[in-house]
């Protein structure tokens, strides 16, 4: 067979080399056919037993999650049974068998293909990569009506001589996942899925190599296939000579060595070559992500993205959160970060995901009546996500940030609210931190262009680099066909980034980033010479950003990422960058 390579997008570090192995979807065997009148409630019937074996299945996996089963699995699982529960699977395929005639599966995939099509309208990468979550709840009923599974062979503790096997699929659900533990499979490749979708993250939690949106791999690689993954760069090798094979064979090697040598800085400080602390800083989903970010060594949570706790929740009914469903969330995150900072950012949903509503999508999504817009036109929700996380505050230090704001009035109407959410506490006779740090996500060029109004009356930044970069430059960064055009060192990306970091450290306030960029260390010298002393990122990438700066001498570095800043041609930039990498 002759060799051939996919390009996805890469999502976990490291490689992986095996054996395929192909996990067929359910969906794939589904028949159509109309029933008789008569057949009608039977296959009503046949569908709701369906449903209730896969809540027993979800309540079977969740109680005999192992104790070292990484948060997020049990985290996906309860957002599939909430799903699973919701009237739009549970309820509404009934009335299509009912009303159509269609046979329970047809309903059923009817139903999923309707939200899948709302849920590619929204904007946020991060909300819609849960469509998959409906995809696969959908999925679990389809194997159980057909009779299909997925038959994974039992392979424990392979010897060295035996192929680790790397699983291939359109898509992967969390549940699912948890027959891979224990077994000799050591990467991921499907076909569906972004940066922010269940297998990326949990892929990134287990710190298993995985490619995801490769589009059609489980269609072109062959069951027993060999395969590599690079998960650096998202390729996935088919078939790689023997050569190539070799390669990265000693790549792979030469990574494990090095990441266990990282393992031994997990007690070290941050701190430069020149004696320069920098506190590097978590981003979690979950409160149980707090495990991870306290082994990887974090100093706190720099970014907690409240917005998990409203997911699963879709439907024409929505039921939010209850304030004490969320201050139960963010107190467990406070408590188990025992004493170090926990930062909190409010709400991040808007017109173009609208929680389950039935409304009609903006044209422009992404100019829309997103997160801080869209919580000012909801108070009462506001009101009710401010005392919840002010609440938790009286457990340990919170710091409260406001996404997308770039206006005066919306900072002061968002300080108001804050002062009602505490006064309404007082009269509950309820604790909370009077003096809780509250910052903005600098994520809109306008807010990057007019820092004085933020400065004048917050008490920290936080640089939200994705969305910065994603409206400077006018491009949808999920969007494959304008890909290529994300470019963190354009120079207008430095500009705003070296200004916002230059003005806080001015006027004596932290300045953090929390996108990607904080974790990618090919920028980590770069962000280093520009000042930045706070960087928070997924706990994976924290030991690999330490060692950069443990090897880094600001008085070094300094007046070349300064230099940087004054060119425009990407050439010029480029090799500025390698010439900082090797100082």
Same mark, same amino acid.
């Given at each position: 067979?002759?060799?051939?390579?996919?390009?996805?997008?890469?999502?976990?570090?490291?490689?992986?080399?095996? %054996?395929?192995?192909?996990?067929?979807?359910?969906?794939?065997? !589904?028949?159509?056919?109309?029933?008789?009148?008569?057949?009608?409630?039977?296959?009503?019937?046949?569908?709701?037993?369906?449903?209730?074996?896969?809540?027993?299945?979800?309540?079977?996996?969740?109680?005999?999650?192992?104790?070292?089963?990484?948060?997020?699995?049990?985290?996906?699982? =309860?957002?599939?049974?909430?799903?699973?529960? =919701?009237?739009?699977?549970?309820?509404?395929?009934?009335?299509?068998?009912?009303?159509?005639?269609?046979?329970?599966?047809?309903?059923?995939?009817?139903?999923?293909?309707?939200?899948?099509?709302? &849920?590619?309208? /929204?904007?946020?990468?991060?909300?819609?990569?849960?469509?998959?979550?409906?995809?696969?709840?959908?999925?679990? +009923?389809?194997?159980?009506?057909?009779?299909?599974?997925?038959?994974?062979?039992? !392979?424990?503790?392979?010897?060295?001589?035996?192929?680790?096997?790397?699983?291939?699929?359109?898509?992967?659900?969390?549940?699912?996942?948890?027959?891979?533990?224990?077994?000799?499979?050591?990467?991921?490749?499907?076909?569906?899925?972004?940066?922010?979708?269940?297998?990326?993250? !949990?892929?990134?939690?287990?710190?298993?190599?995985?490619?995801? @949106?490769?589009?059609?791999?489980?269609?072109?690689?062959?069951?027993?296939?060999?395969?590599?993954?690079?998960?650096?760069?998202?390729?996935?090798?088919?078939?790689?000579? $023997?050569?190539?094979?070799?390669?990265?064979?000693?790549?792979?090697?030469?990574?494990?060595?090095?990441?266990?040598?990282?393992?031994?800085?997990?007690?070290?400080?941050?701190?430069?070559?020149?004696?320069?602390?920098?506190?590097?800083?978590?981003?979690?989903?979950?409160?149980?992500? *707090? @495990?991870?970010?306290?082994?990887?060594?974090?100093?706190?949570? @720099?970014?907690?993205?409240?917005?998990?706790?409203?997911?699963?929740?879709?439907?024409?009914?929505?039921?939010?959160?209850?304030?004490?469903?969320?201050?139960?969330?963010?107190?467990?995150?406070?408590?188990?970060?025992?004493?170090?900072?926990?930062?909190?950012?409010?709400?991040?949903?808007?017109?173009?995901?609208?929680?389950?509503?039935?409304?009609?999508?903006?044209?422009?999504?992404?100019?829309?009546?997103?997160? +801080?817009?869209? *919580?000012?036109?909801?108070?009462?929700?506001?009101?009710?996500?401010?005392?919840?996380?002010?609440?938790?505050?009286?457990?340990?230090?919170?710091?409260?940030?406001?996404?997308?704001?770039?206006?005066? &009035?919306?900072?002061?109407?968002?300080?108001?609210?804050?002062?009602?959410?505490?006064?309404?506490?007082?009269?509950?006779?309820?604790?909370?931190?009077?003096?809780?740090?509250?910052?903005?996500?600098?994520?809109? $060029?306008?807010?990057?262009?007019?820092?004085?109004?933020?400065?004048? %009356?917050?008490? &920290?930044?936080?640089?939200?680099?994705?969305?910065?970069?994603?409206?400077?430059?006018? +491009?949808?960064?999920? =969007?494959?066909? !304008?890909?290529?055009?994300?470019?963190?060192?354009?120079?207008?990306?430095?500009?705003?980034?070296?200004?916002?970091?230059?003005?806080?450290?001015?006027?004596?306030?932290?300045?953090?980033? *929390? @996108?990607?960029?904080?974790?990618?260390?090919?920028?980590?010298?770069?962000?280093?010479?520009?000042?930045?002393?706070?960087?928070?990122?997924?706990?994976?990438?924290?030991?690999?950003?330490?060692?950069?700066?443990?090897?880094?001498?600001?008085?070094?570095?300094? $007046?070349?990422?300064?230099? /940087?800043?004054?060119?425009?041609?990407?050439?010029?930039?480029?090799?500025?960058?390698?010439?900082?990498?090797?100082?």
């Amino acid at each position: 067979m002759a060799s051939f390579s996919l390009h996805g997008i890469p999502v976990s570090r490291g490689i992986a080399i095996g %054996r395929a192995h192909l996990l067929r979807p359910a969906a794939l065997d !589904v028949k159509h056919y109309l029933l008789p009148e008569e057949q009608v409630e039977a296959e009503v019937l046949r569908l709701s037993t369906a449903i209730a074996t896969v809540h027993r299945e979800l309540q079977a996996i969740w109680k005999d999650l192992p104790p070292d089963a990484p948060s997020e699995l049990g985290a996906f699982i =309860d957002v599939h049974a909430l799903i699973l529960s =919701d009237p739009i699977i549970s309820e509404q395929p009934l009335e299509i068998i009912r009303s159509r005639h269609y046979n329970a599966e047809w309903a059923l995939l009817t139903q999923i293909d309707e939200l899948s099509a709302q &849920f590619d309208e /929204i904007e946020d990468a991060y909300l819609r990569e849960r469509k998959n979550d409906i995809r696969q709840v959908g999925e679990r +009923i389809l194997k159980v009506l057909t009779g299909s599974a997925n038959s994974l062979p039992v !392979v424990f503790a392979p010897e060295e001589s035996t192929p680790h096997m790397i699983i291939v699929a359109h898509d992967i659900s969390p549940a699912d996942m948890l027959q891979f533990r224990d077994r000799a499979f050591v990467g991921f490749v499907t076909d569906l899925g972004g940066q922010n979708s269940h297998t990326a993250i !949990v892929a990134r939690s287990l710190d298993i190599p995985a490619a995801v @949106g490769m589009s059609n791999a489980s269609t072109l690689i062959n069951q027993d296939d060999w395969v590599i993954i690079d998960g650096d760069a998202g390729i996935v090798i088919v078939a790689p000579a $023997p050569i190539v094979l070799e390669q990265y064979r000693e790549t792979q090697s030469r990574l494990l060595r090095e990441r266990k040598k990282l393992g031994k800085l997990k007690k070290t400080p941050p701190i430069t070559k020149d004696g320069t602390l920098i506190h590097l800083l978590a981003n979690i989903e979950l409160p149980e992500d *707090c @495990g991870g970010a306290l082994e990887a060594g974090a100093a706190g949570v @720099g970014l907690f993205r409240s917005e998990f706790l409203f997911m699963g929740r879709t439907g024409q009914a929505i039921k939010l959160p209850s304030e004490d469903e969320q201050f139960e969330s963010y107190r467990k995150a406070v408590i188990a970060m025992k004493g170090r900072p926990v930062t909190i950012r409010t709400l991040d949903v808007g017109a173009d995901k609208p929680l389950g509503k039935a409304e009609e999508t903006a044209l422009n999504p992404a100019l829309g009546l997103r997160a +801080i817009r869209y *919580c000012l036109s909801e108070p009462q929700m506001f009101l009710t996500q401010l005392r919840a996380i002010l609440r938790a505050s009286a457990y340990g230090p919170i710091n409260l940030l406001i996404p997308m704001l770039s206006h005066a &009035f919306e900072i002061d109407q968002s300080l108001v609210m804050i002062e009602q959410a505490k006064a309404q506490l007082r009269d509950a006779k309820k604790k909370f931190d009077p003096n809780i740090p509250v910052g903005a996500m600098i994520e809109i $060029p306008a807010a990057a262009l007019t820092l004085p109004l933020f400065i004048k %009356r917050l008490n &920290f930044l936080s640089i939200g680099t994705n969305d910065l970069i994603q409206y400077t430059l006018a +491009i949808d960064r999920v =969007d494959h066909e !304008v890909a290529h055009l994300y470019n963190p060192l354009h120079p207008a990306i430095l500009y705003l980034l070296s200004t916002t970091i230059a003005a806080g450290a001015k006027a004596g306030i932290p300045v953090a980033v *929390c @996108g990607e960029t904080a974790g990618d260390i090919k920028l980590t010298r770069l962000l280093l010479g520009l000042g930045l002393r706070e960087f928070s990122m997924h706990p994976a990438q924290l030991l690999a950003v330490k060692q950069e700066i443990l090897n880094t001498d600001l008085g070094l570095i300094e $007046p070349q990422a300064k230099k /940087i800043l004054r060119y425009y041609e990407p050439a010029a930039i480029a090799e500025a960058m390698e010439r900082l990498r090797t100082l």
